[in-house]
């Protein structure tokens, strides 16, 4: 909104300039007036848009035409007064005080005016016949008002529309030549009723117009009047409603309406509300609301955001396949200005077989924006319009700004839910592999991605006892000298080696005694491609005798060569790694003295697997006679067994939460 509206009277001589002022100032008609007012200012709680306005007079007496040049540039509005029983002060509105304006300011901004026809007691019959084609040839002229400072007739009023002509102007609303809507009014009314067509049928219903009217204007609309409303657009258009609803045809219709009957302060609420301003654009203030985040912490979607965005995905998922195929896609980003997300999308996030984002993909996706680039997500979601379908503030409220990340090291424990890994390798490693093969794409789905269509970025979810967290893989370019501050920011480090390729694992080795070895980021060695034979790696040591000696899990293999999806194992184990940095994850230790290690060789002696065999052949033999069920020993056997079973596990949890 503004901060202030400058109004300013000119006119010839003795039409009663100084008096209206006068007038509106005292609520009396002064005998004697001098020349010029002083410029007075209305302090915006006394004026019905609650903003401060400043009244200016001029005098041709009194004032140089320099002086009243610079007034009209600073006017925001400017009132040109004639007198009703003046013929010629009338003339010189078209023939002198149009065209001294219009001459100084532009064409595209030109200042609104308003005509003015003062001393209306003192005649009979109106001016209006005389004015109207000059306000038809003039555009830029708002209105026009008959009023007397005598009879204090219309005094407010005229300063009111004053004060509209700029706080809501018709100028970018409406096209007077053409009498209709601009288009880029237009657009932003589709826009507008798209957000508010929450079912996306193409029809604004009675929930849906009752919200609208609710989140604009603040009163609920009485069920006659949305009939009314209902009726108007009927009456004068043929598919303006349909089941009962408005059509966004309809909708438009009804805007036109306000405006071509001088209530556009009603369109500009609308617009407003729903975050545009003077020039129809998005307000940057709606778009990026303030959000603070000091360093060291991550931002991430909140509950209310995710539901907005699950709302947002039933909404246009039409063939309910929990996928959006392209149609249903640009149909989303039908409320944005361009299209958001490039195609590399598609190899970031889940798809379905028919390479479609799928409701899962869409939510990582949306996840990895607001970690990534938070403010391009505040973007986003103003587009969508989140802050005023899901009744919020701004769409600052849907961001939950973690803690310090030295705090959750600290108290052991963290409430973060997206995890960044970044995988470290030389060029054909099987880095992209490793990134494809967490979204499920196995070898040949994966080389039917293009490469203008490939990303560097894997997100998708891992479950880490239960919870669901986002682990989110970032591939980076393989350089020892430059390696920024960013690209060893991490919550877990990968460092893949191709199996079949002997030179592969020196790099991981140098990589991690160079940045990581004394860092407390946990680091897992990755041995890709396992399907392939086994080659030495020309270092000085294996990669199982490295991760020992640097206290590392050994080499996990990985390949992505499969018939079905990859296997998730690694993925969830790096996410309970991230998770839980502090934690030593002995179950991938070999180091045969920890007590999983004793666990689980106690686990794999003969002695448990023969025990363990028995146990099940007995529970689940076909064979199973009546009298082994009744017997006692059969469920003395049995819930030993199970005792033996549940004491292991603990035993084995335990052991897999112990702190370093
Ligand atoms: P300005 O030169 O345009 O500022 O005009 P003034 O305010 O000085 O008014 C000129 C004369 O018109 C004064 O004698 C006023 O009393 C008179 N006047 C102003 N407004 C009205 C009105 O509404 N009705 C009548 N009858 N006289 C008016
Ligand atoms: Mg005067």
Redesign the pocket.
Known sequence: MRKDVRIL?V?????????????LVSEE?????????EEITIPADVTPERVPTHIV?????EQTDEQLYQEISKANVICI?Y?V?NKKSIEKVTSHWIPLINERTDKDSRVPLILVG?????VEHSSMETVLPIMNKYTEIETCVE?????L?NISELFYYAQKAVLHPTGPLYCPEKKEMRSACVRALARIFKVSDLDNDGILNDHELTFFQRTCFNTPLAPQALEDVKNVVRKNLTDGVRDNGLTLKGFLFLHTLFIQRGRHETTWAVLRRFGYDDDLELHQDYLFPLLKIPPDCTTELNHNAYLFLQSVFDKHDKDRDYALSPEELMDLFDVFPYVPWGLDVNSTVCTNDQGWITYQGYLSQWTLTTYLDVQRCLEYLGYLGYSIIAEQESQASAIAVTRDKKHDLQKKQTQRNVFRCHVFGITGSGKTGFLQGFLGRNLVRQRAIKEEHKSYYAISTAHVYGQEKYLLLHEIFPDFDFLSETELSCDIVCLIYDVSNPCSFEYCAQIFKQYFMDSKTPCMLIAAKSDLPETKQQYCMTPLEFCRKHKMPPPQSYTCNTAVAPSKDIFIKLTTMAVYPHARLRCMCTCNRCTFCLCQNFLNSELVQTVRTKLYTVIFSRHITHADLKSSTFWLRASVGATVCAMLGFAMYRALLRPR
Do not use: Q
């Open positions: 009277l006119g010839e001589p003795n039409v009663g300039k100084t008096s209206l002022i006068m007038t008609f002064p005998a004697v007036v001098p020349y010029r007012a007079d001029y005098s041709e007496a007064v007198s029983n003062n001393k209306s007691d003192l009023c007397s400072a005598k009879n007739k």
